[in-house]
Structures are given as C-alpha cells and as structure tokens.
C-alpha cells in the first residue's frame, strides 16, 4: 500500500494543476465574451469584430485543457491529421455560414449567397446561422484541438553490448624453496686409481 501513495499524490498534483488552468481559462473566454457584446452586430465590421472575440474565448478555453495536462503533460505541439481532417473543414464550413449570414454588404455576402442557393442549401445555412457567436465559439475550440503535447521527458536507456572480461592470469613464481640442512660430514667421491706397474726382471729368463 505504502507503493501507491507517491502516485497517488501526483495524480492529485495533476488535477489541481488542471483545475487552476480550467478556472483561468473560464475567467478569460468570460471576459472575452463580454466585450463581445460591444461591437455592433449591424455592421459587418462590428459583426466580425464579434466573432472574433467569441473564437477567441473558445480557444482560451481549450488550451486552458492542453496547458492544464488534458493529454499527456510536455510540450505542446501541431497535431497535423487533426489540422488537415478535423480543422481544414470545420474552418471551411465556419467561414461559408459566417459569410452567408453577415449583414448586406459585409465581403463575399452576395457571392457565397448565391453559391449556397445554387446548390440548395441555403436554408440549411440560414437556419444554422441564427446562432453566428455559438459557431464562432465552437470553432475557436476547435483550433485549440489542433495541439497536442509531447509527453513528458523520458530517459532513454540505451543497451551497450556487454563487454567479455578477458581471462587474467596471474604469472608470478609462487614456488617455495626448501632449504634441506644435514649434519652428515661431505663425502669425498675422490676415487684413486691403482696403476699396476709390472717389473720384469732379466735375471728369471
């Protein structure tokens, strides 16, 4: 049980650190939404100025997720499927409703008009453009979707190749002398040869 308890506590340290992000990310998109209000709506450039300010408080919101921890802590970085298969679209469809819905006169108004009643959708588009600042909120949260993180760092362990100790031998001459010690007297291994001289005598003729 003893184990769990340093786990534990980093899991606790985590969603505190979480919890503070969420809690500024919400204080941030609030008061972007707030001065949202300001612009006015009637005006294309008042509309515009509104819906980026409502992008805006989503994509506060969703990066307060990714700063927080939401994936796997390290980093953040540009995921490049999501860019490509989630946001690419979205960003198309956002911006062809946002554009169609826009007061008279705002730029593209008359040209992406005409292309949605060309191709029967534009009472689709009218419809789901009554709620202009919900599509801009959803799509700036989406953006914040296209990060992601690294991770946390790693140690990399790296398997060398075991090294073969070489066999060592120890050559030293270890040998005792043995010193052998004797009271016997040396023995003399002189040998004497006798010569035998033979004298003839001419008298025994």
Sequence with gaps: MASDEP?????????AVRGIFTLAGIIAAGVLVWLAHY??????GGFWG????LAGAGLVLGLSQLFG????????????????????????ATGWIL??????GGWQHARLTSWSDSIGVLG???????FPAAIAL????VTAFVFDTTGPRVPRVVDEPAVVEEDVHDY?????GTTTTTDEAPVDRTTTATRRVEIHDPAER
């Design 99 to 104: 554009l169609t819905v826009q007061p008279s």
């Design 7 to 15: 786990a534990a506590g980093r899991g606790y340290g985590r969603n």
């Design 172 to 176: 030293r001459d270890e040998r005792v």
């Design 50 to 53: 509104a819906m980026g300010l």
């Design 124 to 130: 689709f588009v009218r419809d789901i453009g009554l």
């Design 69 to 92: 921890g939401w994936t796997k802590w390290g980093m953040p970085k540009i995921s490049l499927g999501v860019l490509l298969l989630g946001w690419l679209p979205g960003a198309i």
């Design 39 to 44: 612009p006015n709506l009637q005006h294309a």
């Design 138 to 141: 959803a799509f700036g949260v």
